[in-house]
């Protein structure tokens, strides 16, 4: 079964895909809307996207795909995830004078990387800066991506778990072309748009709280073209085929201009 | 009159803080960190940050800062940002194989540059890329930037307002090391954290929604260490000295477990 993710072979996606599915073909693609392309045209089955990180926060660009996509959540995964500072073999963490990965890795290692003393360096991908790193045959570079990612170019690891908490999490989902229905504890994901106006947020969140359902996120994402005005995407506990669930999108009907369930799925844990 | 901003001369933010106070005497720094340093040692009177754009979102990494930091937001600005294509005198579109800017840039003219087919160079800042561009004395690059860091490195502007969407506005907060106590129209930007239960979130925008006080902005970043629990950053109407304005405080007290008033400043209109 052909799974989408993004990234070089040796990404954090690449182990999420594992993980969360059984012996996945797992196929690279070099950016996220090319991982929702591959599965809304069948190329893959279903794609692996990461959606938050516990230190650096909401990955935007894919909660701006989710909505400009028709595809359905149908699961998330934790990772843990351990960053390592890779090199060359035979170099010292006194040698490094530039460390390059991608934005939010470099962001979680930042206290790291201050007290190192480097210059960083923004590029596509974790498991990509190692490659980068492997085709420059620079010797006072370092990269920050997975042990695996190490391993695979046959370069050098001097340090592992270099993130500045040690919880370290992402959160990935799972998208494919048709919804899922399972039992269990699962959760489901919508999105809506609101009036402009007082307290519109508040009624929004009372269909939940009124009926005692748990929210466990919500994120808020500008909209194109109307200044100061938000989209917010919401994840509840609970089913869609929960009664409970469908009354409280029943009534938020009543006070949004646009509702749409991007999926409901099984709830993981944390190991 | 010295005020901080993060960016190369010609950079967004320091066409904001000309607009923002009289004649100011403006200070380039290469981090947000460096900025939010200047003005807590006092080697700057003021600094001004981005915090959101209608296109992008929000710049996260200056939630975060304001936390760590105990400065006070003194005022808010908005300014239209228009965005560049910059070459070297004599290139032309065709020419261009390659642009760079900062990652937020170039999410904002993503569709732009997807028509250019071109590949993308991420960069640490706007006016930088124009800056990187001249040292590099590569003609099929080109940089995204103002036109004002065009004039200053001497270079050509091959197309103007290239963003995806002509709604493209940021919005800039002032920081300083004293609060601010105004008459008019106010807004108030505080931050709080909230036991992990079901109903906290509604509870607290409760407290505002009960007195009629509109919320025009909510955001949420990770607590570092507690994974899955969120910190909230609330922009009210109303300035703190307003009685209901106190009393929602008051009242938002009995039901978070940190709160922070980070200003009270006088609300910009969009000209």
């Known amino acids: 079964m052909k799974v989408a ?7 954090f996606s690449e182990e999420a895909c594992n993980k969360f599915f059984e012996f996945p073909d797992t196929i690279p693609f070099d950016t996220f809307e090319e991982v929702f392309t591959a599965v809304t045209a069948g190329d893959c089955a279903y794609g692996l996207i990461p959606i938050e990180n516990t230190l650096s926060g909401s ?9 400009r996509n028709t595809l359905y959540i149908v699961g998330e995964c934790f990772l843990r995830v351990r960053h390592c500072l ?3 073999p035979g170099v010292t963490k006194q040698n490094i004078k530039v460390v390059m990965s991608h934005p939010q890795a470099l962001w979680q290692c930042a206290g790291y990387l201050r007290d190192l003393e480097v ?14 790193l492997k085709a420059s045959g620079e010797y006072n570079k370092a990269a920050i991506a997975s042990a695996k990612a190490a391993e695979i170019y046959g370069m050098q690891i001097l340090e592992t778990g270099i993130e500045d908490n040690p919880e370290n999490y992402t959160r990935f989902l799972a998208i494919g072309q048709n919804s899922v229905a399972l039992h269990g504890e699962e959760k489901t994901s919508i999105v809506f748009e609101l009036r402009n106006q007082p307290g519109a947020l508040f009624k929004a969140l009372s269909v939940f709280a009124l009926r005692d359902i748990d929210l466990t996120k919500i994120e808020s994402r500008p909209l194109p073209g ?11 506990i609970g089913a ?8 409280a999108l029943d009534h938020l009907g009543e ?17």
């Open 255 to 271: 006070y949004v201009l646009t509702l749409r369930v991007l999926g409901s799925y099984r709830r993981a844990n944390m190991e």
């Open 59 to 67: 990955i935007h660009q894919n909660y701006d795909l989710l909505i």
């Open 86 to 88: 890779i090199a060359f």
């Open 226 to 236: 109307k200044p100061w005005e938000y989209r917010f995407y919401v994840d509840i």
């Open 5 to 11: 993710f993004q990234g070089e072979k040796g990404a």
């Open 119 to 132: 210059i960083t360096e923004p590029v596509y991908d974790t498991a990509g800066s190692v490659k980068l």
């Open 240 to 247: 869609l085929c929960d009664i409970r669930v469908g009354k």
